[in-house]
Nanobody, 125 residues
Framework: QVQLVESGGGLVQAGDSLRLSCAAS?????MGWFRQAPGKEREFVAG????????YYADSVKGRDTISRDNAKNTVYLQMNRLKPEDTAVYYC?????????????????????WGQGTQVTVSS
């Protein structure tokens, strides 16, 4: 069993930046970030392969967010820039025990075996 712990959320103004971190208690392969706003379904934000060779982004964050990972620290990051009020949500880190192939795999909630508890990001206008 792998535990994921997110950190780095907070209240910011539109245009600001935040960096989320997700520390895993063990080795993971495919990892992703999702978010869920009140009354909405959980949606994919970004995903990254084991060796960081391939990254995937939702259209809503492409060009603003950057996902990265440090396998030596079992940690994945999400750098969020030029934040907008519509980015307000609880952000979740997710991990999969095995590798994954293609955007569709990384973007699917069902792909992942482990989830963090979430960290709140609130962007004021």
């Amino acid at each position: 069993q792998v535990q994921l712990v997110e950190s780095g959320g907070g209240l910011v103004q539109a245009g600001d930046s935040l960096r989320l971190s997700c520390a895993a208690s063990g080795r993971t392969y495919a990892m992703g970030w999702f978010r869920q706003a009140p009354g909405k379904e959980r949606e994919f934000v970004a995903g990254i392969t084991w060796n960081s060779g391939i990254v995937y982004y939702a259209d809503s964050v492409k060009g603003r967010d950057t996902i990265s990972r440090d396998n030596a620290k079992n940690t994945v990051y999400l750098q969020m820039n030029r934040l907008k009020p519509e980015d307000t949500a609880v952000y979740y880190c997710a991990a999969r025990r095995a590798s994954c192939s293609g955007y569709g795999c990384y973007a699917a909630v069902m792909t992942y075996d482990y989830w963090g508890q979430g960290t709140q990001v609130t962007v004021s206008s």
